[in-house]
């Protein structure tokens, strides 16, 4: 097989990770690399990138000590060459090409989240003919079914993660409120609707590279294959107030109808996400816009707010977070820094709330 | 060549249609078939529809003089069948591939804005390889660019037609509005953003099959296309209040980014299209809806009010008509009945306004 489509939950491979990030290590557009570092199911042996060679995660990232490399023959133990960014667009860089096709003929599989679909290279595919090798496009998808509207169940808690930009966490904040509250014996899940976060669950959706016409009943297709859960968490992608993507966010949250949001933001960003031009709109039009929006189709309301304070002091997080507190009266935590708690607290007050009525 | 993707821009066919609606000839499902047929650039020379033989296209939809047929050999000269319907999801019915390879046999074109592609379908290629024809796919499309929002030409009037629901006419008031703007020698042009709008403009883009995350780009494309003219009406599709398909809605909003809106509903519906359990909002909630999304980019009004009022009398016409005016101290028409002119003043009430500004 050289070829193979929304891969993870065929993906019962014994993977061990190459992740290539070379030349694009910054945190935002290495977001599934670090992601995969921080949640992924498979180990991890280097991550690949010839300027910055030398250094660990722990000084490329801020966590693990996974060293970093300048060439493929230093990480000889692993198989899998994972793509470790995701660019806007979703293009796979012109000068990385040669680095693919150099660990497809050592014989390692690669796994790409890329709108760019390795199937669709005539020169990767032929050389993993040759070699044998898996080429993994974790966002080629063949969504077809619109929504319905019907068979939702509804003492299932649908929470959703949505945010004032794209690329500031709200992967990373779906993620830990699902494992915390499986921590605490809670029956949740996390529902992934991007290509890292289907790397991490092994299940979900690339909803962004769906058809637009069934981004909708993608998104159904998946809360109805999971609703068997008390909770899920359904994971939100770019924006309603970002330019290119709201198209995503807005199929995404009317798609699942949640029950109650989870804000994400992070301080002392106030322009788009590669859209120097455009600047952000405050969290309170944000709250009104999201809560006016999902209520098209079923009333929801924000119920807490995630704030990424990674730039910021320990000290001027706490300052922002009673800040942020004090304007909406909502619970507010960094997950990292504070730990999930307070959203936890409040996904389990609406929990019991509906349960209740 | 067998197979044509985004046709119509090099589709200079000398185009004699066929157009087959068999067993689907109810207007909202036979639109592509009754739209063509009332705007397209080529002659019709006949319906398909055995079950309705006998009858003309006035009896079947309400205007023209083409005949039904039971059989393509009693079009015999017609080169081109096109598909008529635009069925929720998008399907080919199973029952008509026989008709389709009867055509491609008897050799004529097939020209088809479904979602389910002709040149997927392994019998319809080979057919087509044999008989030397073209199997056009105009939803088929390669979009990959992200907007930008840069370069927007200011003094290009954005016009954008919203609805209540799917399928009850946005194509018909966006092209009845450009015809009577360019009748007044204003240079207007109808942006098309769905198969059957490209279908009769000959250009446009599929927007409801293009990958998500590339929707609000697609749309941005084809406004820089097209800015050089002083005002464009673009097509709106589904409704931001439509389960399915607000995703799409929403892409064209925020691609297109409006100055001015004109919001469209059929008198007398009350559920969602193909969703009964559904019901429409009030068109004073949609107003509200419309505005606010749309000024999350820029700032936007609703200026006029499009009705459909096909299931009235002229009399129940009028009386609805008078009241929505009254509610709303806005322009009202249904474009065929009343013809578009309120409309068009609101247009250029609006361009005035911004060209003093």
């Keep these: ?207 962004d590279c769906v058809v637009a016409d069934f981004v909708s009943g993608a998104v159904e297709k998946l809360i109805l294959a999971h609703q068997h859960h008390d909770m899920l968490i359904v994971e939100g992608q770019g924006s309603l107030a970002h330019p290119r993507y709201s198209a995503v966010t807005l199929g995404i949250l009317h798609g699942c109808v949640p029950h109650g949001l989870i804000l994400c933001y992070e301080v002392g960003r106030t322009a788009v996400n590669d859209m120097e031009h455009i600047p952000l709109k405050p969290l309170a039009d944000l709250i009104t816009i999201y809560e006016n929006t999902a209520s098209i189709m079923l009333p929801s309301k924000v119920i807490g707010i995630a704030m990424n304070s990674r730039l910021l002091s320990a000290e001027a997080a706490e300052e922002e977070r009673e800040r942020v507190r004090q304007e909406f009266g909502l619970p507010v935590c960094d997950v990292i820094r504070h730990g999930p708690e307070e959203l936890i607290d409040a996904v389990l007050k609406l929990h019991a709330e509906r349960s209740k009525s």
């Design 1 to 207: 097989m050289t070829e193979e489509h929304a891969a993870t939950p065929s993906d019962t491979a014994d993977r061990r990770l190459v992740l290539l990030t070379e030349g694009h290590s910054e945190p935002i557009t290495a977001k599934t690399a670090t992601s995969v570092l921080r949640y992924g199911r498979f180990p991890t042996v280097a991550i690949l990138d010839s300027e910055q060679a030398g250094k660990t995660s722990q000084q490329l990232f801020g966590f693990g000590d996974v060293p970093v490399v300048a060439k493929l023959s230093e990480a000889s133990e692993a198989n899998t060459l994972m793509i470790g960014i995701a660019p806007p667009g979703g293009k796979i860089p012109a000068s990385w090409h040669s680095i693919i096709l150099e660990a497809i003929n050592a014989g390692m599989d690669i796994v790409s989240g890329l709108h760019d679909f390795l199937c669709e290279n005539q020169d990767f595919v032929e050389a993993a003919k040759k070699s044998g090798v898996n080429l993994v496009d974790v966002r080629k998808n063949d969504e077809h079914e619109v929504a319905n509207r019907l068979d939702l169940r509804e003492d299932c808690l649908r929470i959703h993660t949505v945010g004032q930009d794209c690329s500031l966490g709200k992967m990373l904040v779906s993620i830990e409120i699902a494992r915390a509250l499986q921590a605490q014996g809670q029956d949740a899940k996390f529902v992934a609707t991007g290509q890292t976060g289907i790397m991490i669950e092994g299940d979900g959706c690339p909803v």
